[in-house]
């Protein structure tokens, strides 16, 4: 299990070079499956373009990198195509998280993702500064569907 601050920056490979192609910049979390869908490698400074890796096309996501077979597997798409679906873990993160009678359970610092398919497991979810220094933060498992 990886936290998704964790992916952030880690070097992207091609296992038929074995050169670097590019660094992680962002996840992108699909939304109604709470599932992260691709890693983001690339953003357009003018523009909504990004390029990006489909998390299906990962054969081997450790410390050390993320390991793709090559560079084609890098796809480039308009951002605006597909923003209802998807959020970017910077726009997850900071949301607030409510409990199945909509109690306000406090606010997602991170989230963990199974590494074999994408999955988001559990949101770390901070309280508050004393809090989290008194308790340490909570981790929620994500199994129901509109929680963020």
């Known amino acids: 299990m990886f936290r998704g601050s964790d992916i952030i920056d880690l070097p992207v490979i091609s296992l038929k070079s074995g050169k670097r192609l590019c660094n992680v910049r962002s996840l992108v979390i699909d939304i ?15 523009g909504k373009s990004v390029e990006f890796i489909a998390y299906k096309s990962i054969l081997r996501l450790d410390q050390n990198g993320v390991t793709i077979y090559d560079g084609s597997l890098i796809k480039k798409i308009n951002l605006n ?22 109690e306000l ?18 949101f770390e979810v901070s ?21 963020i």
């Open 32 to 46: 109604d499956n709470k599932k992260v869908a691709a890693l983001l490698c690339k953003e357009a400074i003018v």
């Open 81 to 102: 195509k597909i923003a209802l679906k998807v959020l970017k873990y910077e726009d997850v993160i900071g949301k607030y998280i409510l409990g199945a009678e909509k």
């Open 105 to 122: 359970l406090g606010i997602i610092t991170d989230i963990f993702i199974n590494a074999l398919n994408g999955t988001i497991e559990y």
């Open 127 to 147: 309280e508050g500064y004393f809090d989290d220094f008194l308790n340490g933060r909570k981790l929620i498992a994500c199994f129901e569907k509109g929680s």
